[in-house]
Protein backbone atom coordinates (compact mmCIF):
# COMPACT_ATOMS: atom_id res chain seq x y z
CA UNK A 1 0.00 0.00 0.00
CA UNK A 2 1.16 3.51 -1.03
CA UNK A 3 0.41 6.44 1.07
CA UNK A 4 1.09 8.62 -1.55
CA UNK A 5 -1.59 6.72 -3.63
CA UNK A 6 -4.18 7.35 -1.15
CA UNK A 7 -4.18 10.67 0.10
CA UNK A 8 -7.67 10.27 1.65
CA UNK A 9 -7.05 7.30 2.93
CA UNK A 10 -6.52 5.56 6.93
CA UNK A 11 -2.97 7.94 7.27
CA UNK A 12 -4.35 11.41 6.29
CA UNK A 13 -4.13 14.48 8.24
CA UNK A 14 -7.58 14.35 8.77
CA UNK A 15 -8.31 11.29 10.14
CA UNK A 16 -5.05 11.82 13.17
CA UNK A 17 -5.30 15.91 13.40
CA UNK A 18 -1.65 16.05 14.81
CA UNK A 19 0.98 14.68 12.49
CA UNK A 20 1.35 10.76 12.33
CA UNK A 21 5.08 10.69 13.06
CA UNK A 22 7.64 12.42 14.56
CA UNK A 23 11.16 11.95 13.15
CA UNK A 24 13.56 13.56 16.08
CA UNK A 25 16.75 14.20 14.82
CA UNK A 26 19.47 14.23 18.20
CA UNK A 27 22.19 15.98 17.10
CA UNK A 28 25.71 17.48 18.72
CA UNK A 29 28.30 18.74 17.36
CA UNK A 30 28.44 17.49 13.51
CA UNK A 31 26.94 20.06 11.69
CA UNK A 32 29.15 18.37 8.79
CA UNK A 33 26.83 15.61 8.83
CA UNK A 34 24.02 17.33 9.56
CA UNK A 35 24.37 18.94 5.99
CA UNK A 36 23.83 15.68 4.79
CA UNK A 37 21.42 14.02 6.70
CA UNK A 38 18.84 16.90 7.39
CA UNK A 39 18.05 17.33 3.69
CA UNK A 40 17.36 13.98 3.10
CA UNK A 41 15.10 13.54 5.77
CA UNK A 42 13.29 17.05 4.38
CA UNK A 43 13.47 15.72 1.75
CA UNK A 44 11.88 12.25 1.85
CA UNK A 45 9.04 13.89 3.97
CA UNK A 46 8.31 16.82 1.85
CA UNK A 47 5.20 14.96 0.42
CA UNK A 48 3.36 14.31 4.16
CA UNK A 49 3.91 17.72 5.91
CA UNK A 50 0.96 17.39 7.74
CA UNK A 51 1.71 13.07 8.53
CA UNK A 52 5.35 13.76 9.57
CA UNK A 53 7.43 16.57 11.40
CA UNK A 54 11.06 16.56 11.57
CA UNK A 55 12.52 18.19 14.94
CA UNK A 56 16.09 18.72 15.41
CA UNK A 57 17.55 18.65 18.49
CA UNK A 58 20.11 20.24 19.44
CA UNK A 59 22.56 19.35 22.34
CA UNK A 60 23.75 22.77 22.84
CA UNK A 61 26.34 22.32 19.96
CA UNK A 62 29.20 24.62 20.41
CA UNK A 63 29.77 24.35 16.53
CA UNK A 64 27.83 25.56 13.06
CA UNK A 65 25.09 23.50 13.70
CA UNK A 66 22.16 26.22 14.29
CA UNK A 67 23.54 27.78 10.81
CA UNK A 68 22.64 24.79 9.15
CA UNK A 69 19.43 24.18 10.94
CA UNK A 70 18.00 27.86 10.32
CA UNK A 71 19.13 27.47 6.36
CA UNK A 72 16.87 25.18 6.20
CA UNK A 73 13.93 26.47 8.78
CA UNK A 74 11.55 27.33 5.24
CA UNK A 75 10.58 23.78 5.33
CA UNK A 76 7.14 23.61 6.24
CA UNK A 77 7.23 20.60 8.73
CA UNK A 78 10.82 21.70 10.40
CA UNK A 79 11.01 22.36 14.38
CA UNK A 80 14.35 22.89 15.57
CA UNK A 81 14.53 22.72 19.83
CA UNK A 82 18.43 24.08 21.31
CA UNK A 83 19.13 22.64 24.60
CA UNK A 84 20.51 25.93 26.99
CA UNK A 85 23.09 23.36 28.43
CA UNK A 86 24.21 19.84 27.07
CA UNK A 87 21.63 16.92 28.70
CA UNK A 88 24.43 14.23 27.72
CA UNK A 89 22.97 11.64 24.78
CA UNK A 90 20.67 9.68 26.96
CA UNK A 91 19.15 12.78 28.27
CA UNK A 92 18.87 14.45 24.69
CA UNK A 93 17.29 11.35 23.76
CA UNK A 94 14.42 11.87 26.42
CA UNK A 95 14.22 15.87 25.36
CA UNK A 96 13.50 14.73 21.35
CA UNK A 97 10.90 12.05 23.22
CA UNK A 98 9.24 14.83 24.60
CA UNK A 99 9.85 17.71 21.90
CA UNK A 100 7.54 15.18 19.66
CA UNK A 101 3.76 16.06 18.57
CA UNK A 102 3.41 12.88 16.91
CA UNK A 103 1.57 9.81 17.23
CA UNK A 104 4.88 8.01 16.64
CA UNK A 105 8.47 9.12 17.77
CA UNK A 106 11.20 7.72 15.45
CA UNK A 107 14.95 9.17 17.05
CA UNK A 108 17.79 9.28 14.66
CA UNK A 109 21.18 10.63 14.73
CA UNK A 110 22.87 13.20 13.10
CA UNK A 111 24.76 11.08 11.05
CA UNK A 112 21.43 8.37 10.01
CA UNK A 113 21.12 8.17 6.10
CA UNK A 114 17.35 7.36 5.51
CA UNK A 115 16.60 5.15 2.51
CA UNK A 116 14.81 6.05 -0.02
CA UNK A 117 11.37 4.94 0.79
CA UNK A 118 11.74 4.75 4.55
CA UNK A 119 9.04 7.25 5.43
CA UNK A 120 6.29 5.95 3.24
CA UNK A 121 7.05 2.59 4.42
CA UNK A 122 6.64 3.36 7.99
CA UNK A 123 3.69 5.37 7.55
CA UNK A 124 2.04 3.06 5.67
CA UNK A 125 2.90 0.03 8.02
CA UNK A 126 0.72 2.37 11.05
CA UNK A 127 -2.27 2.85 8.56
CA UNK A 128 -2.26 -1.00 7.98
CA UNK A 129 -1.64 -1.89 11.25
CA UNK A 130 -2.38 0.79 13.67
CA UNK A 131 -2.43 -1.02 16.74
CA UNK A 132 1.25 -1.25 16.69
CA UNK A 133 2.98 0.08 19.93
CA UNK A 134 6.85 -0.18 18.14
CA UNK A 135 7.83 -0.67 14.55
CA UNK A 136 10.87 -2.60 14.17
CA UNK A 137 13.00 -1.65 11.58
CA UNK A 138 16.13 -3.24 9.22
CA UNK A 139 19.39 -1.38 8.68
CA UNK A 140 22.35 -1.15 7.08
CA UNK A 141 25.35 0.18 8.13
CA UNK A 142 28.96 1.99 6.61
CA UNK A 143 32.49 2.67 8.18
CA UNK A 144 32.59 6.33 5.73
CA UNK A 145 33.07 8.79 8.44
CA UNK A 146 34.32 11.98 6.85
CA UNK A 147 31.11 14.17 6.18
CA UNK A 148 33.20 16.91 4.79
CA UNK A 149 34.17 14.57 1.69
CA UNK A 150 31.05 13.38 0.88
CA UNK A 151 29.92 14.06 -2.32
CA UNK A 152 27.34 11.35 -3.01
CA UNK A 153 24.49 10.24 -0.20
CA UNK A 154 23.33 7.90 -2.81
CA UNK A 155 27.00 6.08 -2.99
CA UNK A 156 26.88 5.78 0.68
CA UNK A 157 23.96 3.92 0.84
CA UNK A 158 24.12 1.39 -2.04
CA UNK A 159 27.32 0.40 -0.52
CA UNK A 160 26.30 -0.10 3.12
CA UNK A 161 25.87 -3.66 4.44
CA UNK A 162 22.76 -5.24 5.34
CA UNK A 163 22.25 -6.17 8.42
CA UNK A 164 19.20 -8.80 9.10
CA UNK A 165 18.44 -11.09 6.28
CA UNK A 166 15.00 -11.63 7.23
CA UNK A 167 13.22 -11.90 4.02
CA UNK A 168 9.70 -10.27 4.94
CA UNK A 169 7.43 -7.75 7.00
CA UNK A 170 5.61 -9.21 9.78
CA UNK A 171 2.72 -7.98 11.84
CA UNK A 172 3.20 -9.41 15.21
CA UNK A 173 0.78 -9.46 18.25
CA UNK A 174 3.66 -10.17 20.38
CA UNK A 175 6.79 -7.75 19.86
CA UNK A 176 8.63 -10.82 21.90
CA UNK A 177 8.16 -13.05 18.45
CA UNK A 178 10.33 -10.52 16.23
CA UNK A 179 12.91 -9.83 18.90
CA UNK A 180 15.33 -12.02 17.15
CA UNK A 181 15.07 -10.38 13.87
CA UNK A 182 18.15 -8.47 13.84
CA UNK A 183 20.99 -8.99 16.39
CA UNK A 184 20.37 -5.23 17.49
CA UNK A 185 17.97 -6.69 20.25
CA UNK A 186 16.46 -3.18 20.53
CA UNK A 187 19.69 -1.25 21.26
CA UNK A 188 20.12 1.24 18.84
CA UNK A 189 17.65 4.09 18.48
CA UNK A 190 17.28 4.74 14.57
CA UNK A 191 15.78 1.01 14.75
CA UNK A 192 12.76 2.10 16.85
CA UNK A 193 9.44 3.43 16.04
CA UNK A 194 7.35 3.85 18.80
CA UNK A 195 3.97 5.17 19.88
CA UNK A 196 4.03 8.46 21.51
CA UNK A 197 3.63 7.36 24.82
CA UNK A 198 6.04 4.47 24.65
CA UNK A 199 8.46 6.71 23.31
CA UNK A 200 8.59 9.11 26.75
CA UNK A 201 8.44 6.00 28.62
CA UNK A 202 11.51 4.49 26.86
CA UNK A 203 13.62 7.59 26.33
CA UNK A 204 12.47 8.96 29.57
CA UNK A 205 13.90 6.21 32.40
CA UNK A 206 16.08 6.46 34.96
CA UNK A 207 19.28 6.31 32.93
CA UNK A 208 21.97 7.62 35.90
CA UNK A 209 24.38 5.90 37.11
CA UNK A 210 28.33 4.51 35.97
CA UNK A 211 28.41 4.39 32.14
CA UNK A 212 27.59 0.67 30.55
CA UNK A 213 27.02 -0.24 34.23
CA UNK A 214 23.36 -1.51 33.50
CA UNK A 215 21.22 -1.66 30.62
CA UNK A 216 19.49 1.30 31.74
CA UNK A 217 22.79 3.39 31.43
CA UNK A 218 23.80 2.41 28.04
CA UNK A 219 20.81 0.74 26.07
CA UNK A 220 17.60 1.84 28.09
CA UNK A 221 15.26 0.99 24.95
CA UNK A 222 16.32 -2.16 25.17
CA UNK A 223 15.62 -2.87 29.13
CA UNK A 224 12.62 -0.95 28.18
CA UNK A 225 11.43 -2.82 24.92
CA UNK A 226 12.12 -6.34 26.92
CA UNK A 227 10.66 -5.92 30.11
CA UNK A 228 7.52 -3.65 29.55
CA UNK A 229 6.52 -4.34 25.65
CA UNK A 230 7.20 -8.23 24.73
CA UNK A 231 3.62 -8.69 24.80
CA UNK A 232 2.43 -5.58 23.14
CA UNK A 233 1.99 -5.90 19.33
CA UNK A 234 4.62 -4.57 17.22
CA UNK A 235 5.88 -4.64 13.28
CA UNK A 236 9.41 -6.01 11.70
CA UNK A 237 10.58 -3.77 8.83
CA UNK A 238 12.70 -6.59 6.82
CA UNK A 239 14.38 -4.50 4.00
CA UNK A 240 16.79 -1.93 5.63
CA UNK A 241 15.29 1.81 6.32
CA UNK A 242 18.14 3.44 7.68
CA UNK A 243 22.30 3.26 7.12
CA UNK A 244 24.01 3.84 9.99
CA UNK A 245 27.63 4.99 10.73
CA UNK A 246 29.66 2.52 12.74
CA UNK A 247 32.18 3.98 14.03
CA UNK A 248 30.94 5.10 17.27
CA UNK A 249 31.84 7.03 19.85
CA UNK A 250 32.35 4.97 23.09
CA UNK A 251 34.95 2.48 22.32
CA UNK A 252 36.62 2.47 25.76
CA UNK A 253 33.28 1.09 26.92
CA UNK A 254 33.05 -1.44 24.39
CA UNK A 255 34.78 -4.44 27.01
CA UNK A 256 31.24 -4.20 29.06
CA UNK A 257 29.03 -4.08 26.53
CA UNK A 258 30.14 -6.90 24.61
CA UNK A 259 30.93 -9.16 27.57
CA UNK A 260 28.46 -7.98 29.98
CA UNK A 261 25.37 -5.51 28.59
CA UNK A 262 24.70 -7.74 25.04
CA UNK A 263 24.62 -11.13 27.17
CA UNK A 264 22.57 -9.67 29.91
CA UNK A 265 20.35 -8.70 26.56
CA UNK A 266 20.44 -12.45 25.56
CA UNK A 267 19.16 -13.93 28.85
CA UNK A 268 16.69 -11.49 29.98
CA UNK A 269 15.18 -11.78 26.55
CA UNK A 270 15.26 -15.70 26.73
CA UNK A 271 13.34 -15.42 30.12
CA UNK A 272 10.59 -12.76 28.82
CA UNK A 273 9.65 -15.12 26.15
CA UNK A 274 11.68 -15.52 23.41
CA UNK A 275 12.25 -18.36 21.55
CA UNK A 276 15.45 -20.18 22.72
CA UNK A 277 16.78 -21.56 19.90
CA UNK A 278 16.54 -18.15 18.14
CA UNK A 279 18.48 -16.28 20.88
CA UNK A 280 21.20 -19.59 21.11
CA UNK A 281 21.73 -18.54 17.22
CA UNK A 282 21.64 -14.78 18.51
CA UNK A 283 24.68 -15.39 20.91
CA UNK A 284 26.29 -17.58 18.78
CA UNK A 285 26.97 -14.94 16.24
CA UNK A 286 28.61 -12.65 19.32
CA UNK A 287 30.82 -15.62 20.26
CA UNK A 288 33.10 -14.37 17.73
CA UNK A 289 34.04 -10.81 19.38
CA UNK A 290 34.16 -12.82 23.19
CA UNK A 291 37.89 -13.21 22.55
CA UNK A 292 38.95 -10.06 21.78
CA UNK A 293 37.32 -8.30 24.46
CA UNK A 294 38.40 -10.54 26.98
CA UNK A 295 42.28 -9.76 26.09
CA UNK A 296 41.36 -6.06 25.94
CA UNK A 297 40.24 -6.24 30.02
CA UNK A 298 42.83 -8.45 31.18
CA UNK A 299 46.13 -7.80 29.02
CA UNK A 300 44.72 -4.92 26.91
CA UNK A 301 43.55 -1.13 27.07
CA UNK A 302 39.98 -1.72 28.78
CA UNK A 303 41.86 -2.62 31.91
CA UNK A 304 39.50 0.06 33.71
CA UNK A 305 36.71 -2.70 33.22
CA UNK A 306 38.10 -5.73 35.14
CA UNK A 307 36.00 -4.92 38.41
CA UNK A 308 32.80 -5.37 36.41
CA UNK A 309 33.47 -8.41 33.97
CA UNK A 310 33.22 -12.10 35.60
CA UNK A 311 34.68 -14.51 33.21
CA UNK A 312 32.71 -17.32 35.54
CA UNK A 313 29.48 -15.67 34.46
CA UNK A 314 30.37 -15.15 30.59
CA UNK A 315 31.10 -19.10 30.45
CA UNK A 316 27.73 -20.08 32.31
CA UNK A 317 25.97 -18.17 29.94
CA UNK A 318 27.66 -19.41 26.62
CA UNK A 319 29.23 -22.69 27.65
CA UNK A 320 26.35 -24.59 26.19
CA UNK A 321 27.59 -23.20 22.54
CA UNK A 322 29.74 -25.22 20.54
CA UNK A 323 31.24 -21.64 19.11
CA UNK A 324 32.01 -20.83 22.22
CA UNK A 325 33.93 -24.27 23.68
CA UNK A 326 35.92 -24.07 20.40
CA UNK A 327 36.90 -20.56 21.28
CA UNK A 328 37.39 -21.88 24.92
CA UNK A 329 41.01 -22.95 24.62
CA UNK A 330 42.58 -19.28 23.51
CA UNK A 331 40.01 -17.92 25.64
CA UNK A 332 41.36 -19.97 28.97
CA UNK A 333 45.15 -19.36 27.47
CA UNK A 334 44.04 -15.23 27.67
CA UNK A 335 42.56 -15.69 31.33
CA UNK A 336 45.17 -18.39 32.87
CA UNK A 337 48.28 -15.63 31.38
CA UNK A 338 45.77 -13.18 33.26
CA UNK A 339 45.60 -14.92 36.14
CA UNK A 340 49.37 -15.28 36.53
CA UNK A 341 50.27 -11.44 36.48
CA UNK A 342 47.61 -10.80 39.07
CA UNK A 343 45.34 -9.38 36.47
CA UNK A 344 42.50 -11.65 37.85
CA UNK A 345 40.92 -10.88 40.49
CA UNK A 346 41.43 -12.79 43.95
CA UNK A 347 38.63 -15.35 44.69
CA UNK A 348 37.75 -16.10 41.02
CA UNK A 349 37.97 -19.65 39.69
CA UNK A 350 40.69 -21.33 38.70
CA UNK A 351 40.89 -22.07 34.43
CA UNK A 352 40.65 -25.52 35.85
CA UNK A 353 36.99 -24.95 37.40
CA UNK A 354 36.35 -23.18 34.18
CA UNK A 355 37.26 -26.21 32.09
CA UNK A 356 34.55 -27.99 34.13
CA UNK A 357 31.97 -25.66 33.72
CA UNK A 358 32.57 -25.45 29.68
CA UNK A 359 32.67 -29.28 29.91
CA UNK A 360 29.35 -29.39 31.96
CA UNK A 361 27.74 -26.89 30.08
CA UNK A 362 28.60 -29.18 26.69
CA UNK A 363 26.77 -31.68 28.79
CA UNK A 364 24.11 -29.99 29.01
CA UNK A 365 24.75 -28.56 32.21
CA UNK A 366 23.43 -24.91 31.35
CA UNK A 367 23.74 -22.11 33.77
Known sequence: MSVASKPDGPAS???????L????????????????????????TRPYPDL???????????????????????????????????????GNLAVSAAQARGRFVWVIGDDDLLVEGAVERVLSAIALHPDVELLYLNYAYTRFDRPQDLTSVDEVIQGAVRTSTAARDEYTPRI???????????????????????????????????PFSTLATCVPTTQYVVEQMFDRPGYWMADPCVVVNMNVSWMRYAAPFILERFPEVFDRMEARGADRAEVDALRSRH???????????????????????????????????????????????????ARGTGSVEGGALAPEQLDALVASAGRGGRR
Request: charged content about 20%; some cysteine; aromatic content about 10%.
Open 52 to 90: VEVVVCDNASTDHTPAVVDRLRGSPNLRAHRNEYNVGML
Open 176 to 210: RTISTKSDNCFTAIYCLVFREDRARAAYGQDTSGP
Open 287 to 337: VPQLLHWVSEVYLGQQGEHRGSFSMERLVRRFGHLEAFRRQWPAMRAVYAR
Open 13 to 19: AATFRKP
Open 21 to 44: VSICVTTYNRAAWLEHTLPLVLGQ
